[in-house]
């Protein structure tokens, strides 16, 4: 499954290296548990080992207790979050569509839109793609009617609940503007969000929607 990267913010691109497994801690008082994601350039990546791995906190070289792969058939809860806000998705509407309507039997899929710093759900986390499918809508376009993206991201993650052995992740579809405090990395919402994601184990990927996106997103939305 593709999924497409904002540069301007990776999510968890910037607390966690670009290797390819997840590692877990056997218990909750063990340690830190993070998600590690694999970035190939070009094909397919290799297993990564966890002797092949270091984890340092400064100078300070820290013991990973414990390394474990994702599988295809571990159960996958996976939120498209909309921003209400969000130009440019007109063209590209049915290959979103498509997109988790082609999603793999694995994943529960929920469709949430994001507003005023909250968000609304379309369609509760489903095993039925084509349903979920059908819930998907052109956003409002209305730049007041998301002002913070991010601060709507805390709110998803904040009542979003975890279950032992499920994953978590979070496809947004927005503009990437912040119009509440600034668009740069010291925007306090984007900083709480990030926080509230890696703390939870949620991957969050980005994807920018804008006034020029054409008919080049086919591809891109492919799963």
């Known amino acids: 499954m593709k999924y497409m990267r904002l540069a301007l913010i990776c999510l968890t691109a ?31 990546a290799e297993p990564i080992q966890q002797a092949q791995v270091e984890v340092k906190q400064g100078s300070h070289k820290l013991t990973i207790e414990h390394w474990a792969s994702d599988t295809a ?15 440019g ?24 839109y994001f507003h005023t710093g909250s968000f609304a759900v379309a ?11 059908a819930a998907i809508r052109l956003p409002s376009g ?12 805390s709110a998803l993650i904040e009542h979003w609940p975890s279950h032992p052995g499920v994953r978590q992740e979070v496809i947004m579809i927005s503009d990437g503007e912040e119009h509440a405090g600034g668009n740069d990395a010291n925007n306090r919402a984007l900083q709480q969000a990030l926080g509230e994601a890696v703390a939870r184990n949620v991957v969050v990927y980005t994807r920018s929607e804008e006034r020029r996106v054409g008919h080049a997103c086919r591809s891109r939305w492919s799963p």
């Open 123 to 133: 369609e509760n986390f489903t095993m039925d793609h084509k349903a979920a499918a």
């Open 142 to 153: 209305s730049a007041s009617s998301s002002p913070s993206p991010y601060g709507s991201l």
């Open 73 to 87: 058939n571990d159960r996958l809860d996976l939120a498209l979050a909309i921003d209400e806000d969000t130009h």
């Open 89 to 112: 998705l007109n063209s590209a509407l049915d290959d979103v569509k498509n997109f988790v309507a082609g999603l793999p039997a694995n994943v529960a899929v929920g469709i949430v």
């Open 14 to 44: 910037a607390l966690v290296c670009a290797l390819g497994q997840a590692p877990q801690p056997p218990a909750a008082n063990a340690g830190t548990q993070l998600v590690v994601t694999a970035v190939p350039q070009g094909g397919g």
